[in-house]
């Protein structure tokens, strides 16, 4: 299946929505015109992947989570404030929370 991000998005930098804590994502779409959401690539500032690279400040590392289909989603005509339904967690360092209005929720 083929995905389609936003005009002028790239998976090489931070994502289009800074949704807060560091925490940043890309929209992508499973049509070319973009009305049918598929998931998110998400970025979030992982203590170990700075460990690794040896990097000390760093915005946000990734895409490095990408939401699928056991996801659900609200306020998707609006991705600048989109709900995520369900947590995302990263088992390799622990990060956890949710999307809620375009910003990143801890647990």
Not at 4 to 26: C, R
């Amino acid at each position: 299946m083929s995905e389609y991000l936003d005009n002028g998005a790239s998976l090489a930098g931070p994502g289009l929505f800074d949704a807060g804590h560091g925490v940043s994502y890309t929209p992508y779409y499973l049509d070319e015109e973009r009305t049918r959401l598929g998931g998110l690539y998400m970025w979030h500032p992982c203590p170990l992947t700075r460990e690794r690279l040896g990097i000390d400040d760093m915005a946000g590392v990734g895409p490095n989570a990408k939401t699928g289909q056991a996801w659900g989603y609200e306020n998707v005509g609006d991705p600048a404030h989109i709900t995520l339904i369900g947590s995302v967690l990263d088992p390799d360092c622990g990060w956890h929370g949710f999307i809620r209005n375009g910003r990143w929720e801890p647990c």
